[in-house]
T-cell receptor
Framework: DTEVTQTPKHLVMGMTNKKSLKCEQH?????MYWYKQKAKKPPELMFV???????INESVPSRFSPECPNSSLLNLHLHALQPEDSALYLC?????????????FGQGTRLTVV | GESVGLHLPTLSVQEGDNSIINCAYS??????FIWYKQESGKGPQFIID?????DKRQGQRVTVLLNKTVKHLSLQIAATQPGDSAVYFC???????????????FGGGTRVLVKP
């Protein structure tokens, strides 16, 4: 199993809603990531979890709250988002952070904030 | 030929020809580089990687070249096929604290269009 699974695939939410994005991998990877990708732009790193601990936060606004319940799961909790937060949210995982190993990406959640 | 579109540079290639996609990276401390392919509506897919102690690496129909002197990375695709049409991103790893996780920074991307 070399997949990173993200749910839901599409999400439309209002600016007062609370929602969560979910990511799961069963490759035994110990590093997991959230990226944000706007149309026709490269993915931008948001958060890195290494061994279930938050290791990198790229100055992301607090309306985005990551959570890593265990080594296979990664969540992104959303609250009071703005329309400019509409984007493709990508989850990725890699073996760990210390070696030269590629990150495997999920298919993303297409988020629209209305 | 290569042209700069409104948002993404585009490389138009005839089916069967070789493609060369270029990438300039900015951080001389980057030690690991990856090429990703992203098809419409999908997440990035790993193609090939290279460490900074190498200058060339070959895969199936793909070759990555690294020139650290000028901080340049290229991806060569041999005998380009219609299925190669996608956006290609280079990514560099900024070495962070060990076990802190890979901090991959993506380049701007190049769209490859394969003409039959």
């Amino acid at each position: 199993d070399t997949e990173v699974t993200q749910t839901p695939k599409h999400l439309v939410m209002g600016m007062t809603n609370k929602k969560s994005l979910k990511c799961e991998q069963h490759m035994g990877h110990r590093a997991m990531y959230w990226y944000k990708q706007k149309a026709k732009k490269p993915p931008e790193l948001m958060f890195v979890y290494s061994y279930e601990k938050l290791s990198i936060n790229e100055s992301v606004p607090s309306r985005f709250s990551p959570e890593c319940p265990n080594s296979s799961l990664l969540n992104l909790h959303l609250h009071a988002l703005q329309p400019e937060d509409s984007a493709l949210y990508l989850c990725a995982s890699s073996q760990d952070g210390s070696g030269n190993t590629e990150a495997f990406f999920g298919q993303g959640t297409r988020l629209t904030v209305v | 030929g290569e042209s700069v579109g409104l948002h993404l540079p585009t490389l138009s290639v005839q089916e069967g020809d070789n493609s060369i996609i270029n990438c300039a990276y900015s951080n001389s401390a980057s030690d690991y580089f990856i090429w990703y392919k992203q098809e419409s509506g999908k997440g990035p897919q790993f193609i090939i990687d290279i460490r900074s102690n190498m200058d060339k690496r070959q895969g199936q129909r793909v070759t990555v070249l690294l020139n650290k002197t000028v901080k340049h990375l290229s991806l060569q695709i041999a005998a380009t096929q219609p299925g190669d049409s996608a956006v290609y991103f280079c990514a560099e790893r900024e070495w962070a604290i060990k076990a802190a996780g890979n901090k991959l920074t993506f380049g701007g991307g190049t769209r490859v269009l394969v003409k039959p």
